[in-house]
DNA sequence: CTGAAAGCGCTAACAC
DNA sequence: GTGTTAGCGCTTTCAG
């Protein structure tokens, strides 16, 4: 078979070899210049990257791979879904394989469908990567499978067995606990609750900081309500909470939720913060623009991305070595005005802080 | 060579040669299992199945592109930030990608690097993909790119050449049309504008959108504000307007601008919606959860979407055919509580409608 | 520092 | 319906 060259058809793309014959190199030199590889000399790589240029030549990935092995490149399983804190955390962990030199394959979930982290991953290895990334993922039982990349769980324990498994919290639990933490100092008898979806991890570490936080101070936690991340979730919750009138202080797993809560205590008559604080979680930053303001927790979403993605690279590429120690992110609460001391009638006997 | 099986390091993965063995049949009929290829008895396609699970089989990504010279995969040029129309129209779009039979490659633009758009191709096209996908691009001027394969621009113009093109506007224009419309037609004298940075192609639609309504209605466009689509930048953007006793009504490009915009204008005394009505742009719908709820105008994301993708890969597999005509989405105006007749002092002398 | 030979695992085209 | 023969374009190993 002869290769069309120009005339009529899609002319046929220019190859490694095409580059070598015309700057007179064997087929491996151009193969050692576009590799970065050492032991080329100035001249001949310049002579190789001109003709290269010339040809409009690129090379060709999946030959490169099937070749090599290696694929240079990294799955990432995420949820099909745009809220701020699924979408931050998702940014921060693009850029983080980007800059580490890998390129990006995608499958997003539909949340619901159980098994659907199962074939997410499976079409991934089907793809061709050398590790992936489990963005938060949703607890869906059993995970039966055989993964020889190593898997990187972002947010959540290990959901299946791998070779080689790397976790790295966003540090839920802690940030729950800060939450709470700052009603309890605020002078509140106690903090209601409003939960995210229990089946994700993210969602029951929350909770359980806020249990412990309670137990710590020796309080046991009420009931919690639990909502789906939905503004109208968590209004439907405040609703509730607002017919209580001992509530006075509301820690919501995420902002949108705590706006919905806010909107339906003002519409019982609650104020915030004056009848009753309500904090929220992720810090989007357009809550600052509300009325009131939204105190809330930032999630380290970068800081989380970028060590995980470290962690994940080092156990691709260095198999054999210890994985290094995973850093724990800084807990950041930040003080907007929808948290303030309880309305005085409501104020328990005094209790010494700490 | 002799391949490992089993014993020390990792066993070699299995390669159709061996399910083709174990089988007793063709590699080639091992390769007609796999690809879903007609003329092949159940019989013999059910022993194929079977010898493949057993080995734990799965097909070389790699070594199927490379022979079959279609990658069956589709890049996306994406923002790399997370407000909620880009992540929304991300989803979207991931979602229609791999309902079409496609994987996703995806590589993110940082916002302000110029070139940025030209090397996110590039990159993908040595990656190796059949179409692209390029969702909001900002306007980065002349871009100079030799692109093979179809190219979808979803939501802008073709940003560069390519041998064949595709667009899908999400409709920018007519929508932000409407928004101008509906605030017209309560009876304002005229509307204000907050843009969107104006790099970008969706903020320039809205604007346009925005000064045809009003030219429309034998007004002139008063000076528009240019915002960041952030809601600081809303907030800045509300603090002049309200110095302003004139306006009445303001269009803000984004949801998070109308919210910093109502934020600044209450702060400054004045009353939303009865002394000015503000409408954003993207139906998030958290925003029906704050005071006062957001009127707004729904983008129709996943429409714009699906249609897209249905194009690009009309574009890709049947090369020789035209493109079919591209349906137009309906305009949405969500209308809740921030839009209001205007006062009555400010009143214009009565004029019909339309 | 550079080159030659030998595959990587699959599908294309055609034969049977 | 099924098998045979050639590559796809690169990297690997090992010589020099």
Known sequence: MVREVGQGGSPALPRSADVAQMAGVSRKTVSRVFNDEPYVS??????VLKAAEQLGYRLNNAARVLASGRTRSIGLVTLGIAGYGVASLRVSIERAIRDAGY?????GTREGDQGDIASAVDSLLEQGVDGIVISEP??????????DVPVLFLGAP???????????????????RAATEHLLDLGHATVHHVAGPQRWYAAKDRLEGWRAALKERGKTAPPYIEGDWSAASGYAAG???????????????????????????????????QDVSVVGFDDNPVYAFVAPPLTTVRQPFNAAAQEGVRLLVHAIERPDEDLPAASVPPVELIVRSSTAPPPPREQPTARPTA
């Open 158 to 176: 290990a959901v299946f067995a791998t070779s080689r498994t790397v976790t790295s919290g966003v540090g839920s639990e802690l940030l729950g």
């Open 239 to 273: 609703r509730e909470l607002a017919s209580d009138p001992t509530v006075t202080a509301v820690f919501a797993s995420g902002d949108d939720m705590a706006i919905g809560v806010i909107h339906a205590l003002r519409e019982a008559g609650r104020r915030v913060p």
């Open 103 to 107: 390129t990006l394959r995608v499958v």
């Open 138 to 147: 949703v607890d869906e039982g059993e995970i039966a499978l055989r993964v």
């Open 42 to 47: 100035a001249d001949v790589r310049r002579r």
